[in-house]
């Protein structure tokens, strides 16, 4: 048995609301419309990340998918994927001073992962 949804047409109401704007008006109510909608999104890609998101910052360091994904799982496994995992590799070669490839493969050893947890902790 199929079910029917039946749709309460409230657009005459709606449009009440419109009629008298003229199309500029409408045009502004519309990205203003728009910009509150995308905002809260907006604001969270500024300080969230997703493991997806981290891996693909780190191939684009020049490293091989077979080395993003454990690099990526160490820092969420530390509760450190918040500083950004391409981060934590830059913060490495510029501390230790050594080349960013091998301060993530020295990462993926399980070097470094200490000092990280200390330096981002007391940040």
Same mark, same amino acid.
């Given at each position: 048995?199929? *079910?029917?949804?039946?749709? !309460? /047409? ?5 449009r ?7 199309? !500029? ?5 519309? =990205?203003?419309?728009? !910009? ?9 890609? *500024? ?5 997806? $998101? !981290? ?6 360091? +020049?490293? %091989?998918?077979? #080395?993003? *994904?454990?690099?990526? #799982?160490a820092? $969420? ?6 500083? @950004?995992? @391409? ?5 490495v %070669? ?7 490839? /091998?301060? +993530?493969l ?6 470094? =992962?200490?000092?990280? #947890?200390?330096?981002?902790?007391? /940040?």
């Amino acid at each position: 048995m199929k *079910k029917t949804f039946v749709r !309460e /047409d409230d657009y005459l109401e709606r449009r009440k609301e419109l009629k008298s704007l003229s199309d !500029e008006e409408i045009f502004n109510k519309f =990205w203003s419309l728009a !910009e509150e909608l995308v905002s809260p999104m907006y604001e969270m890609a *500024k300080t969230h990340t997703t493991p997806s $998101i !981290e891996r693909s910052v780190l191939l684009r360091m +020049g490293f %091989s998918s077979l #080395e993003v *994904k454990p690099l990526v #799982e160490a820092a $969420i496994d530390r509760n450190l994927i918040a500083f @950004g995992v @391409g981060h934590l590799v830059y913060r490495v %070669s510029r501390d230790k001073q050594i080349p960013i490839r /091998d301060a +993530g493969l020295e990462m993926l050893d399980g070097k470094h =992962w200490d000092y990280l #947890e200390e330096v981002f902790r007391r /940040d």
